[in-house]
C-alpha cells in the first residue's frame, strides 16, 4: 500500500518477530469507518496502546457488520473508507507511533448476492469454472437431482412457490451482456452461456447468429469462457447499437417469465433453471442436501479449499503485501479449525512472508488440550485466559449449593456432559445432517474398496460416525497423514471408546475401522488394500466436520441450555468447572510464560457471550448462594404474582426465568445502581438489549424456540415478563427488591473487573483491549457486544483521569468513591499500560514467579512477581471478595495475611516498594520465613497493587 517499506519502532524477538506491548480490538463497519479510527489514534497512543488489533477489512458483502463475510480477500472494503480511507489510517498511525494486527479470514468467505466473483462464476460455469476447486464443493453427491449442480438454499420458502410468486426473475445485464435469474432482487444467479439461444430465440437475426455461437461454445474447449466473454461483448454492444436487438430480448425474456396466479406460466423459466449448474432451494433444505462445506451451518459462507497452493498464493497477496511494506506487524488467523490442515497452512504462511511478522490464531482449547508447540505461531487470541482469569473469582467451595439451587429452581438435574452430547447429537441430526451423511458415504466407499471391510453400510457406519464425533472431547484433532501425534491418539481413542458403550452396533467392530481410518492406521503400511489418499482425506474432512459440531452443540446450544451460572457459559469455557485456585492460575501463567510468551490475552471480544465486567458481577453470586437463592424464589414470586400465574407453570420456563435474573444482575446499568425508581426514557434503550439477549439465547437452546422456525407465542411471553420486572408506570415490588443485591453485587463486581484488568495487563502475554473495555463493559451476547462505542466520553475521561494523576499521583483510589462511571477501571488500565510503556522487556520476555500468602484469609489473594535482569514488579489482587465485607458492607481488616517475597524478589534486604495505583511506599518486613508485605499494607488502601522499586 506504501511505496517503502516502514517498520514500526518496539520489541522484537531473536527470530525478529514483532512483539506488541499491548493491543486495541476495534470492529469496522459502514457506520465506524477508518477515518473514525485514525481519529482514536493519539488516544490509543495516550493510553498506552502500542498496536491497533483491526477486525477484517478486505472487501465484505455489502452491508456487513462485522467483515467475516469476505468476498474479496485482495480490496480493501470500499464501505470503511476504501483505499484512500485506509491510507489515511495507516499514516494516523504511524504519526502516533503505532502499529497494527488484522484479523484475516483464509476458512471461507461470503456468498449469496452478487459481489462474490469466484462465486458468481462457478454458478454460471459450474465444474468448468477456474474458481470450482477453491471451494470446498461436493459436485458428486448421492442426490442424483444435485448431480453437477452446487446447492442454493437462499430461499425463504419452498422453491415452487417462490417460483410461482414471481420471486425468481431472469434479467438481462446490457453492459455485460449477460443473463441471470434474481432471487428477490438480491441473489444472482447467472445463466450459463450455453443455454443463451434459448433466451435470444430466432425472431431476430443478429440473435439468432448469437444464438448459435453461444451454442458452438463447447468446440473452443479450453477456451470455452474466454470465447464466451466475447460473445458477451458483442451481444452488448448490439444490445448498445440496435434497438430492435434490445427489444427482441426482452421478448424473449418475456416469454419465459410467468404470470403470478397461473402456475403453469412458470414452465419455460422452470425448464431453463433446471438446465442451470445450480439448484435454487429453500434455506431449511441446507441441513439435508448441502453440497459445499460451510462456515459452521451459515449458508451464506462458503468453506475455501485454502491448502491448494494456487489458491493459497492468490488470497493472501494483499495481506503479505502490508506485512512487507511495514503496514502489519502481525496477522491473526481467523477460525484455524476450519482449514484442512492448521499446521501447514501456518508453515505456508510463514515461509510466503517477505518478513517476520506476529502470528496468532484464533483457536479453542479444550481443558485438557495443549496448543501445538510445532505450528510456528506466537500462541492463541486468548479465550482460554478468559477462562482462567474469570474462573479465579468463582467460589468453588460453593459449587454444591450452586447446583443445588439450580435444580430446585429449574427442575432440571441432567449433567452437563450428557446436555452437550444430546445437543452434538442434534446438530448433527437437524442443522448439518448432509455433511455426516458425506461422511458416512465416503467411509462406505473405502469400506467397500477392501473385502475386509466391504459389508459396512452407509447405515452402520453413519450411526457409528455421528456418536463418535458426539463423544469428541476437543473440537478436533489433528492428523494429517504423518505419525499421529498422542494427543491425537488420545482424544480419538476416548471418543472410539464412549461411542462403543454408547451404541449398539449391528457390527461393534466397524469402530475398529474408524479407529484405524481416523488415525490413518488404516494405511499407515505398505499394502494395506486401501487408497491412502481416500483414506487420509476422509480422515481430514471428519476433523473440519467435528469442529462446528462441536462449536454449534456446545457454545450455540448447550450454553443456553444449561444456566447454573452462564459467566462460566463462555466461548473457550467450561460450564461444569466451578471456578480456578490461586495455584492452577499461577501454573498455567508459569506454562504460557515458557511455551506461549506472546500468546494474546483476552477478557473481551466481539464474540464472547457477555462483556468482561458483566462476567465479573456474576462471579460474586458464587460467594453468597444463600442470599442468591432467597432472592430468586422472592423475586420469581413476586413478578409471578402480579402476572395471576400464582402456580409458576406459566411461560417462561424456570430455566430461562432463572437466566433472566442473571443477565439483570451482571448488566444492570452502573448508572442506575441504587435506582428503585428509575426514569423509563433511562430503561427503554436498555429494555432493549435485554430483550434481544433473551430471545437470542431461547432460540439458540432450541427448546422452546429456534431460528428456522420462532415460537412467537413463547418469546412474547417471555418478554412481557422482562417488562413486568422492569415496569416504572407504577410501583414496583421486584424492582425494590432487586437493586438494592444488584447494587452489593455490583460494586463487589466492579472490584472483581479491577482485579481481573490488572491481572491481564501483567502476566505473560500480550493484552488486548477490546474496545471501549478500558472502562465498564457491561454487555451481553452479540449484537450487543458490538454496540458503537462513545469515545467523546472515553476521550474525557482519558483527559481528566491524566489531569488528577498529573495534579496528584496518589488521586486514583478517590475514583472509587464514583466506580459507577468507570474512571477508575480507565485509570488502573492506563498506569499498567505506561508501566508496560516504561518497562518493555521485563512484561515481554521476563520471568513469572508466583508469591505465596499466608495468615487466615490467604486464599483471597492472588499474587506474583515478575521479574527480568534484576528488574521486578509485583501485582497484587484480592478474589472472593465478598468475604472482605461484612453484612453493612464495611471492608474487613485482612488480618495476619502476607505475602511472601523470595530472595529473587527482593534481592538483598527486604526491600522498599512503591505502589504505583496510590503513590503509597511499602517497606517489607524481615521475618524468620523471610521478607513479607502484610495483605493490609498491600490492599487495603485501595484493592489492587502494582509495586516496583522505590
Not at 61 to 90: K, Q
Not at 96 to 107: C, E, M, T
Not at 781 to 793: G, I, K, S
Not at 883 to 909: F, I, K, Q
Request: proline share 5%; glycine share 8%; charged share 25%.
Amino acid at each position: 500500500m506504501s511505496n517503502s517499506p516502514q517498520e514500526t519502532p518496539g520489541l522484537k524477538t531473536a527470530e525478529g518477530i514483532p512483539v506488541p506491548r499491548a493491543t486495541y480490538r476495534l470492529q469496522f463497519n459502514k457506520d465506524f469507518q477508518f477515518d473514525a479510527a485514525a481519529d482514536l489514534t493519539k488516544y490509543m497512543a495516550r493510553l498506552g496502546i502500542s498496536h491497533l488489533y483491526a477486525s477484517p477489512y478486505m472487501k465484505a458483502r455489502p452491508g456487513s457488520t462485522h467483515g467475516y463475510d469476505i468476498v474479496d480477500h485482495n480490496a480493501i472494503n470500499p464501505e470503511l473508507g476504501g483505499e484512500e480511507g485506509f491510507r489515511r489510517l495507516v499514516a494516523s498511525l504511524k504519526e502516533a507511533g503505532l502499529g497494527q494486527i488484522v484479523d484475516f479470514v483464509p476458512n471461507h468467505m461470503g456468498v449469496g448476492g452478487s459481489d462474490n466473483a469466484w462465486w458468481l462464476n462457478i454458478l454460471e460455469w459450474g465444474q468448468d469454472s477456474a474458481y470450482a476447486g477453491y471451494m470446498d464443493i461436493d459436485w458428486d453427491p448421492d442426490r442424483r437431482f444435485l448431480q453437477g449442480k452446487l446447492l442454493i438454499p437462499f430461499l425463504g420458502d419452498q422453491y415452487g412457490k417462490v417460483l410461482e410468486d414471481g420471486n425468481l426473475v431472469l434479467k438481462f445485464d446490457a453492459e455485460e451482456g449477460s443473463f441471470a435469474v434474481w432471487a428477490y432482487d438480491s441473489h444472482k444467479l447467472p445463466i450459463c452461456p450455453l443455454n443463451y439461444a434459448e433466451i435470444l430465440g430466432h425472431d431476430q437475426a443478429d440473435l439468432e447468429t448469437l444464438g448459435d455461437a453461444f451454442d458452438a461454445l463447447p468446440t473452443f474447449r479450453p477456451h470455452v469462457e474466454r470465447r464466451a466473454q466475447e460473445l458477451k461483448a458483442e451481444l452488448a454492444s448490439l444490445v448498445a447499437e440496435k434497438p430492435d436487438v434490445a427489444a427482441a430480448i426482452e421478448a424473449g425474456i418475456k416469454r419465459l417469465t410467468g404470470t403470478p396466479g397461473k402456475p403453469e406460466s412458470f414452465r419455460p423459466l422452470h425448464d431453463l433453471i433446471q438446465q442451470q449448474n445450480w439448484r435454487a432451494a429453500y434455506f431449511k433444505v441446507a441441513a439435508d442436501d448441502i453440497n459445499y462445506r460451510r462456515f459452521f451451518n451459515i449458508n451464506e459462507l462458503a468453506g475455501l479449499r485454502m491448502e491448494q497452493p494456487e489458491l493459497f498464493d492468490l488470497a493472501h497477496r494483499l495481506v503479505l503485501d502490508l506485512v512487507a511494506d511495514g503496514t502489519l506487524d502481525g496477522i491473526r488467523i481467523d477460525h484455524i479449525d476450519g482449514l484442512v490442515d492448521p499446521k501447514g497452512y501456518c508453515i505456508r504462511l510463514r515461509e510466503k512472508a517477505p518478513k517476520p511478522f506476529y502470528l496468532v490464531v484464533e483457536k479453542i482449547l479444550a481443558h485438557h488440550e495443549r496448543l501445538r508447540e510445532d505450528w510456528p505461531i506466537e500462541g492463541t487470541t486468548g479465550y482460554e485466559f478468559t477462562n482462567l482469569v474469570g474462573g479465579l473469582f468463582v467460589d468453588a467451595a460453593n459449587e454444591e449449593a450452586f447446583s443445588r439451587i439450580y435444580s430446585d429452581f429449574t427442575g432440571l438435574t441432567q449433567p452437563f456432559e450428557d446436555i452437550v452430547h444430546e445437543c452434538k447429537i442434534r446438530i448433527m441430526e437437524h442443522e448439518m445432517a448432509s455433511e455426516l451423511n458425506v461422511l458416512a458415504r465416503d467411509a462406505a466407499r473405502v469400506a467397500r474398496s477392501n473385502w475386509r471391510t466391504a459389508d459396512f453400510t452407509n447405515n452402520i457406519l453413519h450411526s457409528a460416525l455421528k456418536e463418535i464425533v458426539a463423544r469428541f472431547p476437543v473440537y478436533r484433532t489433528y492428523i494429517d497423514g504423518s505419525t499421529p501425534a498422542d494427543s491425537d491418539r488420545r482424544d480419538i481413542d476416548w471418543a472410539i471408546t464412549q461411542a462403543r458403550r454408547a451404541v449398539d452396533a449391528a457390527d461393534p467392530s466397524v469402530f475398529d475401522f474408524l479407529q484405524a481410518l481416523l488415525t490413518g492406521d488404516l494405511v499407515a503400511e505398505p499394502r494395506s488394500g486401501y487408497s491412502r489418499f481416500a483414506v487420509i482425506r476422509l480422515a481430514m474432512r471428519v476433523q473440519q466436520y467435528s469442529g462446528p459440531v462441536m462449536a454449534k452443540g456446545l457454545e450455540d446450544t448447550a450454553f443456553y441450555r444449561y444456566n447454573r451460572l452462564v459467566s462460566l457459559n463462555e466461548v473457550g469455557g467450561h460450564p461444569d468447572m466451578f471456578g480456578v485456585t490461586v495455584s492452577a492460575f499461577h501454573y498455567a501463567n508459569l506454562e504460557r510464560a515458557r511455551r506461549w510468551p506472546h500468546a494474546m490475552l483476552g477478557t473481551s471480544t466481539h464474540d464472547t457471550k457477555r462483556g468482561e465486567d458483566t462476567r465479573a458481577r456474576l462471579n460474586v453470586l458464587s460467594e453468597m448462594p444463600d442470599e442468591w437463592e432467597r432472592q430468586i424464589k422472592t423475586w420469581s414470586r413476586m413478578v409471578r404474582a402480579r402476572r395471576g400465574d400464582m402456580a409458576g407453570t406459566a411461560p417462561p420456563d424456570k430455566n430461562d426465568e432463572y437466566l433472566l435474573y442473571q443477565l439483570l444482575i451482571g448488566s444492570w446499568p452502573a448508572e442506575l445502581t441504587n435506582v428503585t425508581q428509575p426514569d423509563a426514557s433511562l430503561l427503554k434503550g436498555y429494555i432493549e438489549r435485554v430483550e434481544g439477549a433473551m430471545i437470542k439465547s431461547i432460540r439458540e437452546a432450541k427448546v422452546h424456540s429456534t431460528w428456522a422456525a420462532p415460537n412467537t407465542e413463547y418469546e412474547d411471553a417471555v418478554i412481557a415478563f422482562l417488562h413486568e420486572c422492569l415496569d416504572v408506570t407504577r410501583r414496583n415490588p421486584f424492582l425494590e427488591a432487586f437493586v438494592p443485591f444488584q447494587a452489593k453485587v455490583a460494586k463487589l463486581g466492579a472490584l472483581n473487573g479491577l482485579a481481573q484488568a490488572l491481572l491481564k495487563l501483567t502476566v505473560p502475554g500480550v493484552p488486548d483491549i477490546y474496545q471501549g473495555s478500558e472502562m465498564w463493559n457491561l454487555s451481553l451476547v452479540d449484537p450487543d457486544n458490538r454496540l458503537p462505542v462513545d469515545y467523546e466520553t472515553h476521550q474525557r475521561a482519558l483527559e481528566q483521569v491524566e489531569g488528577e494523576l498529573e495534579a496528584d499521583p496518589a488521586s486514583l483510589p478517590g475514583f472509587m468513591d464514583h466506580w459507577q462511571d468507570g474512571v477508575v477501571k480507565l485509570a488502573v488500565t492506563l498506569k499498567a499500560l505506561k508501566l508496560r510503556e516504561e518497562k518493555p522487556e521485563l512484561f515481554a520476555f521476563g520471568g513469572y514467579e508466583a508469591l505465596t500468602a499466608q495468615g487466615e484469609k490467604s486464599e483471597q489473594i492472588c499474587a506474583f512477581a515478575r521479574v527480568h535482569e534484576g528488574d521486578n514488579v509485583i501485582i497484587a489482587v484480592p478474589r472472593l471478595v465478598a468475604r472482605l465485607e461484612d453484612e453493612s458492607g464495611n471492608r474487613l481488616s485482612w488480618g495476619d495475611t502476607v505475602v511472601t517475597l523470595p530472595a529473587s524478589v527482593t534481592g538483598e534486604g527486604s526491600g522498599r516498594w512503591k505502589n504505583l495505583l496510590t503513590g503509597a511506599v511499602l517497606d517489607a518486613e524481615s521475618r524468620e520465613e523471610g521478607a513479607v508485605l502484610t495483605a493490609d499494607k498491600l490492599l487495603g488502601g485501595f484493592p489492587l497493587a502494582l509495586l516496583v522499586r522505590a
